[in-house]
């Protein structure tokens, strides 16, 4: 569903609604779908697949044409090069002009919808400033919240289409700064799987209410730990390891987990918010209650989020320091959950005071949600881990922490006949 903007901030923002940009960047990418020019007569489709394919397995490069010396073709099919934004590839239809004349009609309907959606959004953008610069007194706003919606919906339609666009959505190039490519991504991770297995575990392992009573979230949060060390090398070898992506719910080894994790977001909202980054273990023994209790492992307040943040996120400032996941000796697995809370203003700073080593013990999220106001039911970013003991947690106590390991065990069970077997049997 696309978010309405307040009225107030409407008209400030026109301009930069109202300019050539989002045209020409539509009309770029109506020229991507273009079709390349068709063979000569002569040439028939397999020769011309064949002469490229040749071609490549020659070791032709197709940027400039040109043979490079002194290499010799590896394979018959060359290598996928991988896309990156800083040199990006336009989409390139699979199929030449005229070898299936059903596809050539396909894009040129899909042309020329897009081309009749765009003057249709340019008509809706001329009313939409036409009733912005009337007097505050005799504006409708009634009629320029209609307007503002036609035109977000349009934006959207005249392009979600063109396969040069979806190409790019779907290839990780996407440009956030257009509403067409936030509209994709997002619903890709809301309907391709991320957010359904996100919400599958959390559930699952009752985060939910364990330790919210909801959660709903908003923003995709990815999260990258160093990968584990290989079965064939000691496990506490030093070597430098890469950083990989966490799916929810896995387990992971503590010694993954010593240095704090890279942050990757995916924000749909434009506009700059605040949000409450905390990592919160749910399963630390709590003897004297003979039950569990939580633990703060991070917290960082006042992160200024958007569509256009860098990502991963910069922590240059730590509000409560990282201490490493160090699951107790003798419990089973601990549930270790990130979480992007929205603070109750978007733009409100708020101070929370950084808590001693001895008050993350104990730490009562509900409480501390409904003291700053932030609700998790709102929106928001969560991930989750899991991780049992090993011999890593041992030094994160002696290094990290500088107290002595506990271990525990399960708790006796009683025999019903401890008083038959203390008394004599046969007296």
């Not at 009634?142 to 919606?149: A, G, N, P």
């Not at 106001?373 to 002696?398: F, K, N, P, Y």
Request: aromatic letters at 8%; hydrophobic letters at 35%; charged letters at 25%.
């Amino acid at each position: 569903m696309l978010a309405v903007r307040r009225l107030p901030r409407l008209c400030s923002r026109l301009p930069t609604l109202r300019t050539n940009a989002t045209l020409q960047s539509a009309s770029t990418a109506s020229d991507a779908v273009a079709s390349p020019p068709p063979p000569s007569p002569q040439v028939t489709v397999a020769s011309t697949a064949a002469l490229a394919s040749s071609q490549q397995s020659a070791g032709f490069n197709a940027t400039d044409g040109a043979q490079p010396k002194g290499k010799e073709p590896q394979s018959d099919q060359p290598a996928r090069k991988t896309r990156k934004p800083v040199n990006p590839k336009e989409w390139n239809r699979p199929l030449v002009k005229g070898a299936l004349p059903a596809y050539d009609f396909a894009l040129q309907y899909i042309r020329e919808d897009s081309q009749m959606l765009k003057e249709e959004l340019k008509e809706a953008k001329a009313a939409l400033k036409a009733e912005c610069s009337k007097a505050e007194e005799e504006r409708d706003e009634v009629k320029l919240q209609e307007l503002q919606e036609k035109v977000d919906i349009l934006e959207i339609q005249s392009e979600i289409n063109l396969p040069g666009v979806r190409w790019k959505a779907y290839n990780g190039l996407a440009d956030m700064k257009k509403p067409i490519y936030r509209h994709l991504v997002e619903q890709r991770w809301r309907e391709d799987g991320p957010l359904d297995l996100l919400m599958e575990r959390i559930h699952q392992m009752n985060v939910v209410p364990d330790l919210l009573p909801s959660l709903h979230p908003s923003l995709d949060l990815r999260i990258n730990f160093p990968e584990g060390p290989p079965k064939s090398v000691y496990r506490r070898s030093r070597m430098k390891r890469r950083y990989t992506h966490v799916e929810p719910g896995v387990f992971l080894l503590p010694e993954q987990t010593w240095r704090q994790p890279r942050l990757y977001t995916t924000v749909f909202h434009t506009e700059p918010r605040l949000y409450t980054l905390l990592m919160v273990d749910l399963d630390v023994p709590d003897p004297e209650n003979e039950s569990f209790t939580t633990y703060l492992h991070w917290m960082q307040p006042n992160l200024s989020l958007s569509a256009f943040s860098p990502s991963p996120i910069p922590l240059s400032t730590t509000h409560t320091r990282y201490v490493p996941p160090h699951p107790q000796r003798g419990t089973p697995y601990h549930r270790y959950v990130v979480l992007l809370l929205p603070q109750a203003s978007p733009s409100e700073r708020i101070h929370v005071p950084v808590p001693s080593d001895a008050r993350r013990l104990g730490f009562d999220l509900r409480t501390f949600a409904a003291q700053y106001g932030l609700d998790a039911s709102a929106g928001g970013g969560a991930h989750m881990w899991r991780e049992v003991w090993d011999e890593t947690v041992s030094r994160i106590h002696s290094d990290v922490l500088k107290t002595e390991e506990p271990r525990y065990g399960r708790p006796p069970k009683e025999d019903p006949y401890a008083e038959l077997k203390s008394s004599k049997r046969y007296i």
